[in-house]
């Protein structure tokens, strides 16, 4: 029942090859169950999680900000983005208000409303359920949820500081340290980068506060981290991220790695992406022809009415490129792992994936808006204070 070794060599690819499923099959799960409602859709219910994780008392944040991590984050219009904000402000959902910077006429405040306010904590609950079933299941083997918790916070640690460098060389717009106090972190992490923890050194959480730690870094993971591995993976390619999402899921999840039915490929692209079946089609078929022609269509050979979407050869070696420039982007990570926190890296990310396969949400017990709601009443009135050594 120990954890296994991992080559450090290999860590990197072996990190990546990983990576998908806990981007992609986990992240959607958590967002489904974030989103609260079918009333908003994947954008907007990130916008109202980045402001609770990062913004100003997890209450407001400059619009500047929002538009720079979504555009970075999706291949979507400034117009798009507004659009976005636009609908969150108005009703029926009325989650937040647009006003001017106190600090600069040029600039725009986004703060939740009394009703954004209320969502948020119902995102919270909802998440939280969520986090508790996982930890539940991750609790099966002894330990593993403290070293889950401390694996998750220390990756996103060592993402942040990778990407805020990256920002700062660049001169890109960063949010600097403002964070909320709801966001619970691990006891360590003002010693993460610096130092290195084994097995026994990691200090066990409460379990009142392991549920509420899990979901604060399950969404840097999502978006922070896997967001920017996307980034990664179609550098110094025209490669747009729809594109770059039909290889990548071919590679991950295909026959082999090389071939895979594109109604499997549409209803993954159509999950995650919120997009309808015509511009999935287009994003396959422009990677058949020239310039590009990384994929051919063919019949299905269980059915005429499918068709099989493969990786030709010039595709197989795009796709390795990709992963290449993946797996040297991941080294900045091992590079700051132990070699016993590598093998716990792997076999927590593992784990999630597994765990994942049997998900049984979304969790959406507690209902987020007024005209939602028949016969719960709100079951928390805050958040845990943020002291989970000190309730030991």
């Not at 403290?146 to 990256?166: Q, T």
């Amino acid at each position: 029942m120990g954890i296994a070794h991992v080559s450090r060599h290999s860590s990197a690819r072996t990190l990546l090859d990983l990576f998908f499923p806990v981007h992609y099959a986990v992240g959607m799960k958590v967002e489904d169950t974030l989103r609260s409602s079918e009333m908003l859709n994947r954008h907007q219910a990130v916008i109202l999680w980045l402001i609770r994780s990062e913004g100003q008392d997890g209450m407001a944040m400059r619009r500047k900000y929002i538009e720079s991590v979504m555009a970075s984050w999706y291949d979507i219009s400034s117009s798009t983005i507004s659009k976005t904000i636009r609908a969150l402000a108005k009703p029926p959902l009325s989650l937040i208000t647009i006003e001017e910077h106190p600090q600069s006429a040029r600039e725009k405040l986004i703060t939740l409303t009394p009703v954004g306010k209320d969502f948020t904590q119902k995102m919270v609950e909802n998440g939280t359920a969520l986090c508790t079933w996982y930890l539940d299941k991750m609790s099966e083997r002894a330990a593993d949820v403290d070293i889950c918790l401390y694996i998750f916070s220390k990756v996103n640690a060592i993402f942040d500081r990778v990407i805020e460098a990256e920002k700062l060389e660049k001169n890109e717009l960063s949010q600097g340290h403002i964070s909320s106090e709801s966001v619970l972190r691990h006891p360590l992490s003002s010693s993460f980068i610096e130092q290195s923890y084994s097995q026994d050194q990691i200090p066990h959480i409460p379990e009142e506060y392991a549920a509420l730690m899990q979901l604060d870094v399950f969404f840097p993971i999502q978006y922070k981290a896997g967001n920017r591995l996307e980034e990664v993976l179609r550098s110094g390619v025209a490669l747009s991220r729809q594109q770059v999402i039909v290889l990548w899921i071919i590679a991950a999840e295909g026959v082999d790695g090389k071939g895979m039915r594109r109604k499997s490929i549409e209803t993954a692209m159509r999950d995650w992406l919120e997009i309808n079946s015509s511009s999935i089609s287009k994003a396959i078929r422009s990677l058949t022809v020239s310039p590009l022609d990384l994929l051919t269509l063919e019949e299905h050979p269980e059915s005429g009415r499918e068709k099989l979407v493969q990786l030709n050869a010039k595709g197989e070696s795009f796709v390795q490129q990709m992963f290449d420039n993946g797996t040297r982007f991941l080294e900045q990570v091992i590079d700051h792992l132990s070699d016993d926190e590598i093998d716990m890296v792997i076999h927590i990310f593992a784990r999630t994936s597994q765990i994942f396969e049997h998900f049984p949400g979304p969790f959406r017990s507690a209902q987020p808006l007024p005209q939602l709601r028949h016969q719960e009443p709100d079951r928390l009135s805050s958040e845990p204070v943020l002291d989970p050594l000190g309730a030991s």
